[in-house]
């Protein structure tokens, strides 16, 4: 079945505590990216990646970083979190080139830092 | 921050009734996706508009996309309890990065 997922789903962490959310895709798109969801703002694009070692940043990067090592896999980073990271994050993938750009998303991951 | 104005934020109608959203862009858009996340969901891609003055049709849906490529608009006729959820449109600039809108979401009227 042709799927994104990621975990974990839900984390509760604390200030300060490095922590991962990994992000896979089984569709071979080229193009991944990690959102951050919070009420009234939408979704926002905080990296995105074109292809393998290809990644750029969105509109709220600060605080997050990424890696794209294989095409398959997308992970975020949160070196230091703080509480102002609380948020739904969302990994997408897609196809890149001529036609339909269609992002498949994730589950989500929601995430709470004390 | 945003570029892509979505309104209304929020649409109470009655089951029945239609529903409208619209998205505006400061800049020129390469192509308009639109989206609908189901509450406790994740967004589930609706349909992408590529040319100026684009108009699709999905059976209740029709998707608008303006000539100058900066504006969009989804419109729902005759809603019904399963329209429910937030609409969001997601605009493709140059150089790959998607802007979205805040979302309007739908609410049926008790």
């Known amino acids: 079945e042709a799927q994104v997922t990621q975990n974990p789903r839900y984390l509760i962490t604390v200030t300060g505590k490095k922590l991962t959310v990994t992000c896979s895709q089984n569709m071979n798109h080229e193009y991944m990216s990690w959102y951050r969801q919070d009420p009234g703002l939408g979704l926002r694009q905080i990296y995105y990646s074109m292809n393998v070692e290809v990644t750029d940043k969105g509109d709220v990067p600060e605080g997050y970083k990424v890696s794209r090592k294989e095409k398959r896999n997308f992970p975020l980073i949160l070196e230091s979190p703080s509480p102002n990271q609380t948020s739904l994050y969302f990994c997408?993938?897609?196809?890149?080139?001529?036609?339909?750009?269609?992002?498949?998303f994730g589950p989500g991951t929601r995430l709470t830092v004390t | 921050g945003q570029q892509v104005m979505q309104i209304p934020q929020y649409q109470h109608v009655q089951e029945g009734e239609d529903f409208t959203t619209y998205c505006n862009s400061s800049?020129?858009?390469?192509?308009i996706q639109w989206y609908k996340q189901r509450p406790g969901g994740h967004p589930v891609f609706l349909i992408q508009?590529?040319?100026s003055g684009e108009v699709k049709k999905q059976k209740r849906l029709t998707f608008q996309f303006g000539e100058a490529k900066k504006n969009s608009s989804l419109h729902i006729t005759a809603t019904q309890t399963t329209d429910v959820g937030t609409y969001f449109c997601a605009g493709l600039r140059s150089n790959y990065q998607l802007i979205w809108g805040a979302g309007t979401k739908l609410i049926i009227k008790p």
């Open positions: 800049t020129t858009l390469s192509n």
């Open positions: 997408a993938s897609s196809f890149l080139g001529v036609g339909s750009y269609e992002q498949y």
């Open positions: 508009l590529v040319k």
